[in-house]
């Protein structure tokens, strides 16, 4: 009586134990680059700042300083054109700091809070008078040219025409943001449309609500509109670049013709990529999203994108206002590096943003950063590690491999662990058909697409060349599966047949580990069996098949191909998947029995453990079979390695089902109400657990407030 007590004691300490082990981890970590989505790597430094520029240097504004700047423009000839929105005026500054000009607009209609410039190549401009709810345009000298109120063909009644940027193609049409939209209007001023509205995914609460609510509801609660877009300017090729808060199809945008974004996106949208992100990691793509996702507690800080450049090269600087950070990407959305404040090390930054505004970036590569609270331009150059690395990716995009193979040595050279690197010569490794190496420069780098499809083309060779090796190969892999199934039969049939009998030999732990292989062949035998001598049986067998389910999980961990990573083995946390594995196994162990106990079980506490572990046997065999066929595979066979784990643990929790039915001997109904009341008691147990472990800690941390005040009244 008493082992059985302490057996149970045991038992449920244990799934505490491997529940709190279940629980999530964070490391955070300053000038960086992010591998697998979001896991911090430290770099060379990026950029070198060269100076500041602070005040007005000339004419009658000299000594001002910029007040509230939001806006910051380059034009071709290199000159620099900034929004000053508190002071109400236009600075135009050359790329040394000097002051070329102050504008004011006309003397009958000043500038009132403009937030926007665009200036061409003779320094004519195009200023997003916000508060004047205008498009005032300038000559070079700062006379006025022409304006452009509420644009004529917009036939909403409460439309406001407040811009806040603008932008003019060479062909002469004007962008403007307005709100959430990029309107196009034509010299004219006649509006020509939209440029970009982000998608508006569907919602089954909508669905729902349109087909309940009545027309007055749903005006009440509003309508979805698409997300927020923050900023935008056009490239060289009239290409329009926006920065939005549209966290389900990617942040930053690059808008085609018919408005359509052309730049990386995410791979999926909303729900689904959340709990991929979640629950797999982001594995497919190092550059899975853009910027960060910051959790505090239960609520996500998205990153929030303030403004947009892009330079000769395509490369991209977007500066995010939340994290006062730029993060540089190229052409296909891969992180180039990040750089700014990180308020962890005060100490080791480049970049001191305290509210940026704007960036643009020239010819040299050197970035311009507008600072609206600090009320400056800070100028950055980059350093030869960034030259190096965006060297090597032009030699790519123009189609010299080689030249980029040796271009992204240079960068590991000077930084050995760059991921970006690997990256690079992997890609340079696959264009020139290298496959094998470009894998393990894949892996490097972390990158399972590029691993994937240089896997995909590696294997297509070998099997060619081979093939006559891989037929017979095949067939003799079927034929000894074939034979060690009717072996593994045959033993398990004896086995459970001995254990039925219950002779000591049939009860021994050797036939009892033998007999496991019964669940896959006729488990309701060996189930009768457990129940049969319910009294009489031994638990260390049983927990050496949960010991055989954590190895065959390590070994899914630790031991799959490198393309079909589920988890990152680099940041997994062992101990935590062994808990998210057992807690479940243990908690219906205990919840089978507390319940069958309560509505007229007859199954003990010890059956039923030693039922529990046989079931987990088709999870652990089907584990084992995936890891080893793993090498063989790669991301495209993804469906049929899901097909390998859905069958193992589908079938094991048939069996859960089975011995709630034999142990008990319940009818096919009340085995399934038994089986839904174990589901909802276990739910509730954690739960409860949770929530008993969220206030302990909440009620140490009081204790511990006052112990601290106590300490420091009595050392005052």
Not at 514 to 519: K, L
Not at 600 to 619: M, N
Request: one cysteine or more.
């Amino acid at each position: 009586m008493m082992r059985g007590v302490v057996f149970k004691i045991g038992i449920a300490i244990l799934a505490a134990l491997f529940l709190f082990m279940a629980l999530p981890h964070t490391v955070l970590a300053y000038d960086y680059t992010l591998m697998d989505g979001n896991v911090r790597l430290p770099i060379a430094k990026p950029y070198e700042h060269i100076f500041t520029i602070n005040t007005v240097s000339s004419g009658e504004s000299a000594g001002d300083t910029l007040n509230n700047a939001t806006g910051i423009f380059m034009n071709s000839a290199g000159h620099l054109f900034v929004a000053d929105t508190g002071n109400n005026r236009i600075v135009k500054f050359s790329v040394s700091g000097q002051t070329l000009g102050v504008y004011s607009g006309p003397p009958e209609s000043p500038l009132s809070g403009p937030q926007g410039v665009w200036a061409d190549e003779m320094g004519n401009m195009f200023i997003a008078d916000t508060g004047n709810r205008r498009i005032l345009h300038l000559d070079s000298q700062g006379l006025f040219v022409e304006e452009y109120g509420r644009p004529e063909g917009i036939f909403e009644p409460n439309f406001i025409f407040d811009p806040t940027k603008v932008a003019v193609t060479s062909s002469g049409y004007i962008y403007a943001l307005k709100g959430t939209r990029i309107l196009k209007i034509d010299a004219y001023n006649v509006f020509q449309g939209e440029i970009g509205q982000a998608r508006v995914g569907f919602h089954f609460i909508d669905f729902f609500r349109r087909a309940i609510y009545n027309e007055s509801q749903l005006i009440q609660i509003g309508r979805r509109v698409p997300v927020e877009c923050t900023n935008f300017i056009l490239d060289d090729y009239d290409m329009v670049w926006a920065t939005t808060r549209d966290s389900t199809f990617g942040e930053l945008k690059r808008f085609n013709a018919v408005g359509e974004s052309i730049y990386h996106g995410y791979a999926e949208a909303g729900w689904l990529r959340t709990l991929r992100d979640r629950y797999m990691g982001a594995l497919l793509n190092p550059a899975n999203i853009f910027g960060e996702r910051m959790a505090y507690g239960n609520i996500v800080q998205y990153p929030d994108f303030r403004d947009i450049a892009v330079d000769k090269n395509q490369i991209v600087y977007a500066l995010c206002n939340a994290e006062n950070r730029i993060y540089q990407y190229d052409r296909e959305g891969r992180i180039i590096s990040s750089f700014g404040n990180d308020w962890m090390r005060p100490d080791v930054r480049t970049g001191q943003f305290r509210g940026p505004s704007g960036i643009v970036v020239d010819n040299d590569g050197n970035i311009y950063v507008l600072d609206r609270i600090l009320n400056n331009i800070q100028v950055y150059a980059p350093t030869e590690f960034t030259h190096t690395v965006h060297r090597a990716l032009a030699n790519y995009y123009d189609g010299d491999y080689e030249a980029a193979h040796l271009s992204w040595e240079g960068v590991l050279q000077i930084d050995g662990s760059y991921p970006l690197a690997h990256q690079g010569i992997g890609l340079a490794l696959y264009k020139q058909e290298r496959y094998q190496e470009s894998m393990a420069a894949f892996r490097r780098a972390g990158d399972f697409a590029g691993y994937s499809r240089a896997f995909t083309r590696y294997r297509h060779e070998m099997f060619r060349e081979n093939f006559l090796w891989v037929v017979f190969g095949a067939a003799s892999i079927a034929a000894a599966i074939y034979f060690i199934l009717i072996k593994m039969k045959r033993s398990a049939d004896k086995a459970v047949d001995l254990m039925y009998e219950g002779g000591k030999k049939g009860l021994g732990p050797v036939n009892m580990l033998r007999a496991s292989y019964a669940a896959l062949f006729c488990p309701s035998r060996l189930f009768e069996s457990v129940k049969r001598h319910r009294n009489r049986l031994i638990y260390w067998p049983s927990a050496i098949l949960l010991v055989l389910m954590i190895v065959a999980r390590t070994y899914q961990i630790y031991g799959t191909h490198y393309a079909l990573w589920m988890i990152n083995p680099r940041t997994a946390s062992l101990f935590g998947q062994i808990g998210q594995l057992m807690a479940p196994v243990i908690s219906f162990v205990i919840m089978h029995f507390a319940i069958t106990s309560i509505v007229g079980g007859e199954a003990k506490f010890g059956e039923i453990f030693v039922a529990t572990a046989y079931s987990t046997i088709p999870y652990t065999l089907f584990t084992f079979l995936l890891v080893l066929a793993s090498p063989l595979l790669g991301h495209g066979e993804q469906g049929l390695m899901w097909v390998f784990i859905y069958a193992g643990s589908g079938w094991m929790y048939l069996l859960y089902l089975r011995n709630i039915n034999l142990l008990n001997d319940y009818s096919p109904k009340k085995t399934i109400i038994v089986a839904v009341l174990v589901i909802a008691g276990i739910l509730l147990a954690w739960i409860s657990l949770l929530l008993g472990m969220t206030l302990t800690n909440q009620l140490i941390e009081f204790f511990a407030g006052i112990f601290r005040e106590l300490r420091f009244s009595l050392w005052r």
